[in-house]
């Protein structure tokens, strides 16, 4: 059974500060996988989507590693802002199309 | 990106009543939208798959004559919920695939669903 776990569960940080919110993965072999932000009480936006066979994605301010033969991904901020500040949750595609989520990761860039 | 609709965003019902959410792929076709329930500082809990023509996909543990799913269209799929109880308020939230089974996931922005 496939497990999704991000690291830390919430992080507070100055405005400017650069940043890596962690996802680790218990199998491997997957195909895809997907970074995501949430707002209070509002749905997700997906913010990058990295295949296998791909190392890296980048949008913007945003990149998104994954090393699948450790399965590990890392969401990297860079010059983070107070509008960087909502839930980010990464998730991978298990059987059936489906996707297992981690936990999240709270952040909160503080003005 | 793609973009995915849920109506209403909220609903306060009183107990016992019958719910229906609905989920609209705006710009694309959609054979296969998810259902998920979030509770509060939680991940997301996937309740079924919805097909399309077909009969929805529940996962274990999650009720399919409460949660009744129908997906009769490629940009539309209503999830309702029935005989309702303060139990099963949540935020429900969808999400539809845009094209390929590995393609990228959207979501719509949620229902948040109070029973009194």
């Known amino acids: 059974k496939q497990e999704v776990t991000q690291i830390p569960a919430a992080l507070s940080v100055p405005e400017g500060e650069n940043l890596v919110l962690n996802c680790s993965f218990t199998d491997s072999a997957i195909y895809n996988l997907q970074w995501f932000r949430q707002d209070p009480g509002k749905g997700l936006t997906s913010l990058l989507l990295i295949q296998s066979s791909q190392r890296e994605q980048t949008s913007g301010r945003l990149n998104a590693s994954l090393d699948k033969s450790s399965g590990r991904s890392t969401l990297y901020i860079a010059a983070s802002q107070p509008g960087d500040s909502a839930t980010y949750l990464c998730?991978?595609?298990?059987?059936?199309?489906?996707?297992?989520f981690g936990e999240g990761t709270q952040l909160t860039v503080n003005p | 990106g793609a973009v995915v609709s849920q109506h209403p965003s909220r609903v306060i019902c009183k107990s016992g009543t019958s719910v229906k959410i609905e989920c609209r792929s705006l710009d694309f076709q959609a054979t296969t939208m998810f259902w998920y329930r979030q509770f509060p500082k939680k991940s997301l809990m996937l309740m079924a798959t919805?097909?399309?023509?077909?009969?929805?996909?529940?996962e274990q543990g999650v009720e399919k004559d409460k949660f009744l799913i129908n997906h009769a269209s490629l940009t539309l799929s209503t999830l309702t919920v029935t005989s309702a109880h303060p139990e099963d308020s949540s935020f429900y939230i969808c999400s539809a695939r845009d094209g390929r089974a590995d393609g990228e996931l959207f979501f719509g922005e949620g229902s948040r669903l109070t029973v009194l």
């Open positions: 919805s097909n399309e023509g077909s009969k929805a996909t529940y």
């Open positions: 998730a991978v595609p298990t059987s059936g199309s489906r996707l297992t």
